[in-house]
């Protein structure tokens, strides 16, 4: 009985009065729309809202995988309720299932397609989860929704379809007629940014905030780009313009903590880290990155215990594993790689984590001695990154030879000393995986001189020359360095000190970078920085192609996939560095890894003496030396020299006839170059 007279309760109307409460409680109070929704489903188990409000609830609890399940029940219940699914997609975005949350919400917009804020709400959330990829895609068709005109909605369109060229003649038609339309112009860097154009993408979002300031979404995507430039001070920049507008937006402090980590400010990216995850730690990216920065400066104990939080929350997380296995000194428990075994045999599993998952089981059977079963796991990684890399062995090859026929020894001659005289850098260079890292180590350990990174300045300097003219080949990089004056060289080599100086924290006056892919380009570096130092870190052929094989890289690193794409890349860097040996005699020092490791004193007073600078002691015992190391051997350079590595590749050795095969006579004459 009711108390109004005597009448029977509505049941009906008592259940609606309750869900609306529940949704109002939602954003203000989630733990109390969780509790109401709980006392619902007390009451009355199947009742599909309330599951939904419960899932809702849940999400903003910052508990993802029990909003998904909860939202489960109540699209089961109610499989057309464009509602619940939209809020599956966004908890699928927070427990990092990108690709599952794309499609909820391309489910709920066909349902009801009056929610075209679920887009901004997926790209939140998806940025906030570490992937900022798949968020810009989601921010593009946020922006695509809202678009009113015709022209625009087609180019719209076309843009979310992957038909770029339509998409970009369209826009600009548009733009033409609406040159001050932020929202199409927002467009249109998206499509450059998505297609790798990230110059005419940043100017594209410079004009967007130049027109309207408080447009924060193009500001963040200025800041994304930005960082993809490697321009992480200017990303840091737009980032805090952000936060003065909203201090606590969970995506931009994620983007914050990953441009101060390339920046190399490693304090305040492990104290912000700290204070999101307070806040939101059920974000399996987030303890991920939050990992690396604490690999990077030494706090490993810490790094695994993020890394396993991150696997905790999204067990299929395989590039979670593949960090611990990047420790090189991590071993994995029995448990783990039971649990890397079972992820791998689901059959949803995306190929980026099955990848990862590879690799790092690869690690765990090598070092728990099964190199047969090791070998196979590496291979099917490879056979994976061979899939999604694009790399041309002979596209390569006529690279470097193009290369070769510029820097001859009387084009180096003629301009010999024409470029910026200043001797700060020092260039530490040569195949990944060949000892540069352990050089880095050593030097940083100098009083006057500074580790930095991998600087991906050299190579953006030149692919920027690079694409000077698309009619005319004799203006592009390298054929167009021979119409370049002093006076230009100089620029360039002033530019490059420019572009560096936000990575150095001291006033140590010299600096290394530590980019290996920059042999190529050392005539370049040698006509624009004359008095900058070079050493090239070379080790075995076989156990650095091999160490490269079993190696997954970030990005960058195609040539890696394969045994005879390893040693044919190898293969070309010899004999490259060989033509620069005779085309500027004295210019580049070298560094045998396995002489160095056999006799670090002579060596390191030999690489200090080609520098200039008087021997120290602490070099000898750069194991003690506290500083960021951005690489996969920082837990290697933090301990004593170690000769167990030199020949571990010969317990893989009767896999590996291929990559023997393709090294030919470079094998044969290591250390010497044929």
Known sequence: MSANGGKPDDPHGTLAVALAHGFSLLNAEPALAAEQAGEILKAMPREAQAHALLGAARRRLGD??????????????????????????????????????????????????????????????????GDDEAAGKAYAHHVTAQAKDPELLEAG???????????????????????????????????????????????????????????????????????????????????ERLLKKNAKDPGYRTLYCAALSRLGDYDR?????????????NQPKSWMSFGHALKTVGLQ??????????????????????????????????????????????????????????????????????????????????????????YDDNEYADRVK?????????????????????PDPIFVLGMPRAGSTLIEQILASHSMIEGTAELPDIVAMTKRLAGKSKEDAAQNYPDCLSHLSGADLRALGEEYLERTRSQRRTAKPLFIDKMPNNFAHVGFIRLILPNAKIIDARRHPMACCFSNFKQHFAKGQNFSYGQERIANYYREYVMLMKH?????????????????????????????????????????????TDRPVRTASSE???????????????NFEAHLGPMKKALGEVLVAYPEAP
């Not at 290697?636 to 010969?650: A, C, M, N, S, Y």
């Open 64 to 129: 993802p995988a029990g909003a998904i399940e909860a939202l489960a029940a109540a699209i089961k219940l109610s499989p057309f309720a464009a509602e619940a699914i939209l809020e599956r997609g966004l908890a699928e975005a927070a427990a990092g299932e990108s690709r599952r949350a794309l499609t909820s919400v391309r489910h709920a917009l066909s349902l009801d397609p009056r929610f075209i804020n679920a887009w901004r709400a997926l790209a939140d959330e998806l940025m906030r989860a």
């Open 157 to 239: 369109k076309a843009l979310n379809d992957g038909k770029i060229a339509i998409a970009e003649r369209r826009l600009k038609s548009y733009l033409m007629r609406a040159p001050t339309d932020v929202a199409a112009i927002r467009m249109l860097a998206e499509l450059a940014a998505r297609i790798g154009r990230y110059v005419d993408a940043e100017n594209l979002l410079d004009r967007c905030v130049e027109l309207a300031p408080d447009f924060h979404a193009a500001r963040h995507n200025l800041a994304i780009v930005a960082l993809r430039q490697g321009k992480a001070d200017r990303a840091v920049a737009e980032v």
């Open 269 to 281: 990216a492990i104290s912000t880290y700290r204070s999101l995850l307070a806040e939101h730690p």
């Open 301 to 390: 104990a810490e790094a695994i215990g993020a890394y396993r939080r991150s696997i905790e929350l999204q067990p299929s997380l395989g590039e979670a594993y593949w960090s611990l296995a990047n420790l090189k000194t991590f071993k994995f428990a029995e448990a783990e790689i039971a649990t890397m075994r079972d992820q791998l045999l689901r059959d949803d599993l995306n190929d980026d984590d099955r990848l990862h998952l590879h690799f790092a089981l690869g690690k765990a059977q090598e070092d728990a001695g099964a190199f047969d079963d090791s070998f196979v796991n590496y291979e099917k990684g490879n056979e994976l990154g061979a899939l999604r890399g694009r």
């Open 402 to 422: 193009r290369i070769a026929n510029v820097f001859t020894a009387e084009f180096m001659r003629m301009r010999r000393g024409a470029g910026c005289p200043a």
């Open 580 to 624: 620069f040996d005779a085309a500027d005699p004295g210019g580049v020092h070298r560094v045998i890894h396995e002489r160095l490791v056999e006799n670090l004193e002579a060596e390191v007073r030999a690489m200090l003496d080609f520098i200039g600078v008087p021997f120290e002691d602490s070099c000898l015992k750069f194991y003690e």
């Open 636 to 650: 290697q350079v933090r301990k004593p020299i170690f000769t167990e590595g030199l020949d571990h590749w010969k």
